[in-house]
């Protein structure tokens, strides 16, 4: 009864000794599979492939799973499970997802998403383009996908994190420090700070500042100080 009432089939229509014809019928009819081909394909599952599994949308708007597993003796069982809730789940991220790309574009600082570490590698989910402009770095560098072991060793070669610090600290966050902040001077003698947070389950948001101007000015407002100093013991 479960099964007809997730398929949405009339009363009567499924019952044992019903034809595969009649259902494949009624599927096409209605177009839960949205690509005819899928509906066959769903029931004539190759010899040597277990179980195959193909996502329908229903008249009511429910998406199920179907997933057809081969029999010993012969035939298929399949299953039919509602999954609309995680469908919508990745509807409302996919949404989220995208307005928040939209904000980080838009941003005069740089922001780059890492995730959490996986056998000592962080990857990079999602990073701006002003990022890359502010970090002075090629495409070849900084993208999604890319591993933090790479883009951290291209820091390195160019020294910008100086003597005193390691761009791995902007990962050494613990449950009394979630949030580290390093200064960097890249090549062009631009001054980038670079603050990570950590965000759950583990992973880390970078967000890149030039403050170059800033640091400009606490340099004039030092010497003019000093000069001050030195002309009230002349």
């Known amino acids: 009864d479960r099964a007809a009432e997730l398929l949405e089939l009339p009363d009567g229509m499924l019952f044992p000794g019903q034809k595969q014809e009649n259902l494949i019928a009624l599927y096409r009819e209605r177009g839960d599979f949205g690509d005819k081909d899928k509906t066959e394909k769903l029931l004539s599952r190759p010899e040597d492939q277990e179980s195959i599994s193909i996502e329908r949308r229903m008249p009511s708007g429910r998406t199920l799973m179907s997933t057809s597993i081969k029999r010993p003796s012969g035939g298929s069982v399949v299953t039919y499970t509602d999954i609309t809730p995680i469908k919508q789940r990745e509807a409302d991220l996919a949404v989220a997802e995208e307005r928040l790309s939209s904000v980080i574009a838009t941003m005069d600082q740089g922001v780059v998403v890492f995730g959490p570490p996986e056998n000592g590698l962080r990857t990079i989910e999602m990073c701006s383009d002003r990022s890359a402009e502010l970090l002075e770095l090629p495409d070849s560098v900084m993208f999604a996908g890319q591993n933090h072991r790479d883009l951290f060793e291209f820091f390195r070669k160019r020294a910008e994190f100086g003597s005193d610090h390691d761009p791995e600290e902007l990962f050494s966050h613990s449950e009394d ?36 101007l800033l640091k400009r000015r606490e340099a004039e407002l030092a010497a003019a100080v000093e000069q001050a100093e030195l002309a009230d013991r002349a």
């Open 177 to 212: 420090r979630t949030s580290i902040s390093l200064e960097r001077t890249l090549p062009s003698g631009r001054i980038v700070l670079s603050t990570s947070i950590l965000r759950p389950p583990g992973g880390c948001v970078v967000t890149h500042t030039d403050i170059t």
